[in-house]
């Protein structure tokens, strides 16, 4: 019996934060191949964010991070002048940070919160406004806490923590553990290195675990779907070109060998669609990597595709959420990417397409930080977290965002901006460890994709 994946797509206006409990409804994307009108930084993969906030940090001194809050503004850690008070209100502070932030993220940064007009509060328009710049005052400058952070990652052993962060929500180290009596550990290397402890904030954590179960068949072949490979299920992420050679990206854990090319076979629905091309191995005592350990950007792989394998290039599946989550909708079953996106921020709204939970949105929770996984001993640097729901067999799903752009200078026609961010490969809702690849680290590790 043939019986189509279900995977749905979440859509989600510039107005509306994304949210899993949000019932998806049609899109209609406006000519795909147009740009933000407001992009005014190249992308870079090869910067992550905490290199982002440093080049803020270098405009403005005492920057010490940045969030949207529960209203979609923009809250930035400043810290008051030495023997001064801070004032939360100083308008020419605001003007030179909210410069200093969108000369590094561009324009649309402000609009990455999908903030609804006050007007529209408790209506279903789409009208969208730029998120407000708001002073926070914080204790420690971007550049202080990026220090002690590289004074304890050349120290820590991922043996011992569970993962280790410059938490910019909350203008601090955070640094997590498997339980209590590791904390007396932690301590002490902290004070060996001279790293404040106010500084730094110890929690217990839980290693992310990948996922893996069942499903089913479906062509064309887009994002999102079920793949197979030797006793195992997982999630196709997009496809793409790699130097010229047609495949798609999934998790490098979806194979025998994670972070090692082993020529896996992969089929949807049972049947023979792609090979293992890369998967490099990881590295060691560069590039931030921790002492002793062996490091990647990301969990993912490339492999290609069988010649002749019906698939469609630059989508990704949609669902009927009306039905099930797992439905795939008959009438326009695909979205399209717009683009790419590096630059992601706390608390912006993103959406995964999985084979086991369909699609589920959510909000990142987390920024670059480093964990690793229970079942291997590679170190993920600079990952991200979400609040997005993920069940076992969703590794290598697609996470993306969607939202709508109205020019403002000039106006003109609006438009909606489907952007690749990266891809699922673990952890779960409940246990606060949800954590996917962004598409800056996968293309360190994988080199430069073309997705559409």
Same mark, same amino acid.
């Given at each position: 019996?043939?019986?189509?994946?279900?995977?749905?797509?979440?859509?989600?206006?510039?107005?509306?934060?994304?949210?899993?409990?949000?019932?998806?409804?049609?899109?209609?994307?406006?000519?795909?191949?147009?740009?933000?009108?407001?992009?005014?930084?190249?992308?870079?993969?090869?910067?992550?964010?905490?290199?982002?906030?440093?080049?803020?940090?270098?405009?403005? #001194? #005492?920057?010490?991070?940045? +969030?949207?809050?529960?209203?979609?503004?923009?809250?930035?850690?400043?810290?008051?002048?030495?023997?001064?008070?801070?004032?939360?209100?100083?308008? $020419?502070?605001?003007?030179?940070?909210?410069?200093?932030?969108?000369?590094?993220?561009?324009?649309?940064?402000?609009?990455?919160?999908?903030?609804?007009?006050?007007? %529209?509060?408790? @209506?279903?328009?789409?009208?969208?406004?730029?998120?407000?710049?708001?002073?926070?005052?914080?204790?420690?400058?971007?550049?202080?806490?990026?220090?002690?952070?590289?004074?304890?990652?050349?120290?820590?052993?991922?043996?011992?923590?569970? +993962?280790? #962060?410059?938490?910019?929500?909350?203008?601090?180290?955070?640094?997590?553990?498997?339980?209590?009596?590791?904390?007396?550990?932690?301590?002490?290397?902290?004070?060996?290195?001279?790293?404040?402890? %106010?500084?730094?904030?110890?929690?217990?954590?839980?290693?992310?675990?990948?996922?893996?179960?069942?499903?089913?068949?479906?062509?064309?072949?887009?994002?999102?779907?079920?793949?197979? +490979?030797?006793?195992?299920?997982?999630?196709?992420?997009?496809?793409?070109?790699?130097?010229?050679?047609?495949?798609?990206?999934? !998790? @490098?854990?979806?194979?025998?060998?994670?972070?090692?090319? #082993?020529?896996?076979?992969?089929?949807?629905?049972? %049947?023979?669609?792609?090979?293992?091309?890369?998967?490099?191995?990881?590295?060691? !005592?560069?590039?931030?990597?921790?002492?002793?350990?062996?490091?990647?950007?990301?969990?993912?792989?490339?492999?290609?595709?069988?010649?002749?394998?019906?698939?469609?290039?630059? $989508?990704?599946?949609?669902?009927?959420?009306?039905?099930?989550?797992?439905?795939?909708?008959?009438?326009?079953?695909?979205?399209?990417?717009? /683009?790419?996106?590096?630059?992601?921020?706390?608390?912006?709204?993103?959406?995964?397409?999985?084979?086991?939970?369909?699609?589920? /949105?959510?909000?990142?929770?987390?920024?670059?930080?480093?964990?690793?996984?229970?079942?291997?001993?590679?170190?993920?640097?600079?990952?991200?977290?979400?609040?997005?729901?993920?069940?076992?067999?969703?590794?290598?799903?697609?996470?993306?965002?969607?939202?709508?752009?109205?020019?403002?200078?000039?106006?003109?026609?609006?438009?909606?901006?489907?952007?690749?961010?990266?891809?699922?490969?673990?952890?779960?809702? @409940?246990? %606060?460890?949800?954590?996917?690849?962004?598409?800056?680290?996968?293309?360190?590790?994988?080199?430069?994709?073309?997705?559409?």
């Amino acid at each position: 019996m043939r019986k189509p994946l279900a995977l749905l797509t979440l859509t989600c206006s510039l107005l509306v934060a994304c949210s899993q409990d949000e019932t998806p409804g049609d899109t209609t994307v406006a000519n795909p191949g147009t740009p933000l009108a407001s992009q005014t930084v190249k992308e870079d993969a090869s910067q992550t964010l905490d290199d982002k906030f440093l080049k803020v940090a270098s405009k403005i #001194d #005492d920057f010490g991070g940045m +969030f949207f809050n529960q209203d979609g503004d923009l809250e930035v850690y400043v810290q008051p002048p030495t023997g001064g008070v801070f004032d939360a209100e100083d308008s $020419n502070k605001k003007i030179r940070v909210k410069n200093a932030v969108t000369e590094v993220f561009g324009q649309e940064v402000l609009f990455k919160s999908n903030k609804k007009a006050a007007s %529209n509060l408790n @209506s279903s328009a789409s009208e969208t406004v730029p998120a407000e710049v708001k002073l926070k005052e914080g204790a420690y400058s971007f550049k202080s806490l990026d220090y002690w952070y590289k004074r304890i990652l050349s120290k820590v052993k991922f043996s011992e923590v569970v +993962f280790t #962060d410059i938490d910019e929500s909350r203008n601090r180290i955070t640094i997590a553990v498997s339980n209590d009596a590791e904390f007396s550990q932690v301590n002490q290397l902290l004070t060996s290195l001279g790293v404040p402890k %106010n500084a730094v904030l110890l929690e217990i954590g839980k290693t992310p675990t990948p996922s893996a179960t069942l499903q089913d068949y479906y062509r064309p072949i887009a994002g999102g779907l079920q793949i197979e +490979f030797p006793g195992y299920v997982c999630t196709l992420g997009f496809n793409a070109y790699l130097n010229g050679t047609y495949g798609f990206v999934t !998790n @490098s854990h979806c194979s025998s060998r994670i972070a090692s090319l #082993d020529n896996v076979q992969y089929t949807q629905g049972y %049947n023979a669609i792609g090979v293992e091309t890369t998967d490099p191995i990881p590295f060691t !005592n560069i590039n931030g990597c921790p002492t002793n350990s062996n490091c990647r950007f990301s969990d993912a792989n490339f492999a290609s595709y069988i010649p002749g394998t019906f698939t469609n290039f630059g $989508n990704l599946m949609v669902t009927n959420n009306r039905i099930s989550p797992i439905t795939i909708r008959d009438s326009g079953p695909f979205l399209a990417f717009t /683009g790419k996106n590096y630059n992601l921020v706390m608390g912006q709204g993103v959406v995964r397409i999985g084979r086991t939970t369909g699609t589920t /949105g959510g909000k990142i929770t987390r920024t670059c930080y480093n964990t690793g996984s229970t079942g291997d001993t590679v170190v993920r640097l600079c990952q991200f977290g979400a609040d997005y729901e993920a069940n076992p067999g969703d590794s290598g799903s697609p996470v993306y965002e969607t939202y709508t752009v109205i020019p403002v200078n000039p106006p003109g026609p609006s438009y909606n901006v489907v952007n690749l961010l990266g891809i699922h490969w673990g952890g779960a809702k @409940s246990q %606060n460890n949800i954590v996917f690849s962004p598409l800056s680290g996968i293309e360190r590790d994988l080199g430069t994709l073309t997705i559409r």
